[in-house]
């Protein structure tokens, strides 16, 4: 991929973060959010003796299983929109979950984008307990090629809208890489939610 294209996918995941900040619903439930403990001491590093698999090659993801916090979801492509921010899943689909189908296929090597609503109008959505997490956690990408990538959680953190680290969340990876992205942090009437909760993980092994 070029200096060029890779710019271009910072700026459009970067919209997709936007998008899920203020399009949250006021369901009157706060989302759990990750521990201190759960987040990185310095930046995003591998889970210390946690094994790292070698990437494969790209294949659309197709399900994305996270057992700890009992999510099994379909996963769709999402592209641009006509504005040129990235579209989103459907608002009234509470189980599904996308990724940014012109960027890093999970599994792959690089930096994977997948991102699921926390809730909508009627309540929570696929991501609601996103920040309960721990280090270690399992998520596993069901892929079209027949194979699951699995990958272990090295850390999770919420950021503020206005602090967001656009390089921390969407930069290269020599490994194959996973951010999980959801809305979190502080709600607003008029601008709904305030920040993102952001998982971190990278690829353990493939069956």
């Known amino acids: 991929m070029s200096q060029k294209a890779k710019g271009w996918l910072l700026v459009v995941a ?12 006021d369901t009157r439930l706060t989302p759990p959010g990750p521990a201190s403990a ?9 889970l210390p003796g946690s094994p790292v698999a070698e990437p494969l090659r ?14 099994d979801a379909p996963m769709m492509r999402l592209g641009l929109g006509p504005d040129g921010s990235l579209d989103v899943p459907p608002a009234g689909n509470t189980d599904i979950v996308g ?18 609503h926390v809730d909508n109008a009627q309540g929570p ?11 270690g956690s399992t998520v ?18 919420v950021y503020d809208s206005k602090d967001f680290p656009d390089k921390r969340v969407y930069g290269s990876s020599e ?33």
């Open 14 to 25: 970067a919209l997709a973060g936007v998008w899920l900040i203020r399009n949250g619903a």
């Open 38 to 46: 759960e987040a990185f001491a310095a930046g995003p590093e591998l």
């Open 58 to 71: 790209p294949s659309a993801p197709v399900r994305i299983r996270i057992p700890g916090i009992r999510v």
């Open 99 to 116: 990724w940014y189908k012109d960027g890093t296929p999970p599994g792959a090597k690089g930096s994977a984008i997948v991102a699921g």
């Open 125 to 135: 959505s696929v991501f609601y307990n996103l920040g309960t997490l721990k280090k």
């Open 140 to 157: 596993e990408v069901l892929r079209q090629d027949g194979r699951t990538a699995v990958f272990a959680l090295d850390g999770i953190e």
């Open 175 to 207: 490994h194959a890489s996973l951010r999980l992205i959801t809305c979190g942090g502080g709600f607003s009437e008029s601008t709904g939610y305030e920040g993102n909760v952001v998982a971190y993980a990278h690829l353990t092994s493939v069956r």
